[in-house]
């Protein structure tokens, strides 16, 4: 990537190829991977709070930002279009899972599952803040996958469907959607004053806060509806973020401005030698030419420019 050598974006730069595949990987891998049923099943978007945290570190976060700022070219329009068409895509899909978190609910032991959820939250912050240690770990798949085995209870398997489930989804899929829009919008300002290692590095960090909870659950710790993930990560974006770190539209307008000005003076400068030769003035020299020495060839604190 150009900007950023985003562990989780660069894996899939090298499969998918062009920025707006790429952006719609990032955003659709949650549903392929099980990672948002998961999240839904175990109970992490039951309120307000879990699916604003769910929508941004989930289907937007730093792989998110870092493909709309380092990879998508084009103007402002072209980039909101590509993220709307993605939107229009991933909410359904949203929704659609969402929708068979009752039935998934029914014949899993639900506080045996949120562990392998919270695990999977941690495994992900784990690879988006390092590749190395990303390497040497499970993909999410396979933990949810034995989440699944360990937690299957067959007895209370029954088909159910919830509106709550759906809508919590489709918002979730929406607050993602809205994330990145919103960089899309701001990316002409915010490419080369936001610093998306740290922002990537700070992400991780609230996925890790996001986890807790879950993982703790057994021991009633952490156990707050405060938004602590999402503290965190504004938190990173303040310190992420320098205003004074990319050239504005002003200096640039001053300085087309003064190139004129700064040329002529050079032409001027340049020229005031050639008109004194022109005018037959040959330049003075001191020191004695009869012994054949040249006093500015050795003395350098004479020359300084030598």
Do not use: C
């Amino acid at each position: 990537m150009s900007v950023s050598r985003h562990p989780v974006a660069l894996r899939l730069e090298r499969r998918v190829g062009s920025a707006t595949k790429l952006l719609a990987t990032v955003m659709v891998l949650p549903l392929v991977d099980g990672i948002f049923p998961a999240l839904v099943v175990a109970g992490v978007m039951g309120t307000a709070t879990g699916v604003v945290e769910t929508g941004i570190l989930i289907f937007g976060g730093s792989a998110t930002a870092a493909v709309i700022l380092a990879e998508m070219d084009g103007d402002r329009r072209q980039m909101v279009s590509s993220v709307l068409l993605i939107g229009a895509v991933i909410i359904p899909l949203a929704a659609i899972e969402a929708a068979f978190a009752p039935t998934f609910r029914g014949f899993l032991n639900l506080p045996v599952f949120e562990r392998f959820a919270g695990l999977v939250i941690l495994t992900i912050a784990a690879k988006t803040a390092s590749s190395e240690i990303g390497e040497h770990l499970p993909s999410p798949g396979i933990i949810i996958a034995l989440g699944l085995v360990a937690s299957f209870e067959p007895t209370g398997f029954a088909i159910e469907t919830s509106p709550e489930y759906v809508l919590n989804g489709a918002a979730a899929a929406g607050v993602g959607v809205a994330f990145a829009l919103a960089i899309a919008v701001l990316s002409p300002h915010l490419r080369g004053r936001v610093d998306i290692d740290r922002f990537r590095f700070g992400s991780a960090v609230a996925l890790g806060v996001l986890a807790l909870p879950i993982l703790l659950g057994p021991f009633e710790l952490m156990q707050t509806d405060a938004p602590i993930a999402l503290a965190v990560l504004a938190v990173t974006t303040l310190f992420a973020y320098d205003p004074n770190a990319g050239p504005s539209a002003e200096d640039d307008a001053d300085q087309t401005d003064d190139a004129p000005s700064d040329a002529a003076a050079a032409d001027d400068g340049a020229s005031s030698p050639a008109d004194g030769i022109a005018d037959g003035d040959e330049p003075s020299r001191t020191g004695d030419e009869s012994d054949g020495t040249d006093p500015f060839a050795e003395d350098d604190s004479r020359a300084p420019w030598l």
